[in-house]
């Protein structure tokens, strides 16, 4: 990679270089020196008759759902891919502006910018990022994909000449890959991940005990009572929504045996997409899964039981990373920090025009 130009070092006296975990249900941002200061809901609130954002991140998710007809307040990703381009620039751009608050206001700040993105994404949609990025004031944007980001966020060998066997279970994708030698050998991306499991608790409770709830609902169960495997403790809570039959407000109690009967099919199909990606790795490399074991990151790897479950089914280790929730950003975070020596790890796109 070619080395800093003096605009380059001129840039970086007044602006402050990011990384970033742009995803379907959190953003989380790391800026270097200072460490992780942001991590919200990937949620915007705008206002449609002036075009004006209302709200970014936890403000806005908490008027999901409870807006008028002017008002929208949804994601601008999903399944970890930009859906709305120009509500996603937007977001972007709040938070450049709040990392950048305490810089000159007569200095544009213009920081460098890592940020992790889907396994297998088109070049449409990694152009997409990079463009919505760099309008909203990025000098500079470095893809990584966000299995290789979490793999360096949990210091796992990756370039090694050993396999590293990773699930990343975010809110939009589950993504699974087999790293050795600095690069992805075999990888599976799927939709059975956070929100889709939020989507199933809310068709249960719909069929089963005709209750219409919302998403925020369904996600504190979710997190609350959420299991795979029994944990004999029986948990339950109260939930609250709109009786389909009498079309009135009602309370009821949902067990965690509940939730284990709605997510169940998501998860099956989560498990047989990691025996799928075992038995496409080579042999060599299957032999070191056996040894180190699989590593789960992502929010969706502290679903109560999924890591001892998916250890019965493969017959392999496995191990929930250390803070499994923040690991692509600390791997973005990495990158940054010896840019020199992971470079090889970013993905190639015709808009990164700025040298590292």
């Not at 075999?186 to 199933?200: E, F, H, Q, T, V």
């Not at 004999?232 to 939730?259: A, F, S």
Request: hydrophobic letters at 45%; proline letters at 5%.
């Amino acid at each position: 990679m070619a080395a800093f130009s003096p605009l380059d070092n001129l840039w970086s006296l007044f602006s402050k270089d990011i990384g970033m975990d742009l995803g379907t249900a959190n953003t989380l941002v790391y800026v270097k020196g200072r460490g992780i200061v942001i991590n919200e809901p990937s949620v915007v609130a705008i206002n449609l008759k002036t075009n004006q954002i209302l709200a970014v991140g936890k403000d806005a998710k908490k008027m999901v759902g409870r807006t008028p007809g002017h008002i929208v307040a949804s994601r601008p990703l999903r399944y970890g891919v930009v859906s709305d381009f120009e509500v996603t620039e937007k977001m972007l751009k709040y938070f450049f502006d709040k990392v950048h608050s305490e810089v000159s206001p007569y200095f544009p700040h213009r920081p460098r910018l890592v940020i992790g993105v889907p396994l297998g994404g088109t070049e449409v949609e990694r152009r997409a990022v990079v463009q919505a990025a760099k309008n909203a004031g990025a000098r500079a944007v470095y893809l990584v994909e966000e299995p290789m980001a979490a793999a360096i966020g949990a210091k796992l060998p990756i370039a090694e000449p050993n396999g590293v066997f990773i699930i990343d279970i975010g809110g939009g994708t589950a993504e699974i890959a087999v790293i050795s030698l600095g690069g992805i050998v075999i990888s599976k991306s799927i939709r059975y991940a956070g929100d889709k499991l939020n989507d199933d608790i809310i068709n249960f409770v719909r069929e089963e005990f005709k209750l219409a709830i919302g998403e925020r609902t369904a996600e504190e169960v979710k997190i609350a009572i959420g299991s795979v495997k029994d944990s004999g403790q029986n948990h339950d809570m109260v939930i609250k929504g709109r009786n389909l039959i009498t079309g009135l407000p009602q309370e009821m109690i949902i067990k965690e045996k509940h939730v284990r009967e709605a997510i169940k099919d998501s998860i099956e199909n989560l498990i047989e997409a990691v025996q799928e990606t075992i038995e496409r790795t080579p042999p060599e490399l299957v032999a070191d899964l056996m040894n180190r074991g699989l590593i789960m990151a992502g929010g969706g790897s502290l679903l109560g039981g999924l890591a001892e479950y998916l250890s019965e089914k493969t017959c392999v280790p496995v191990k929930v990373a250390e803070d499994p929730m923040t690991a692509v950003v600390r791997g973005t975070s990495m990158i940054l920090e010896d840019l020199d020596t992971l470079s090889e790890v970013l993905v190639d796109t015709d808009l990164q025009q700025v040298p590292l």
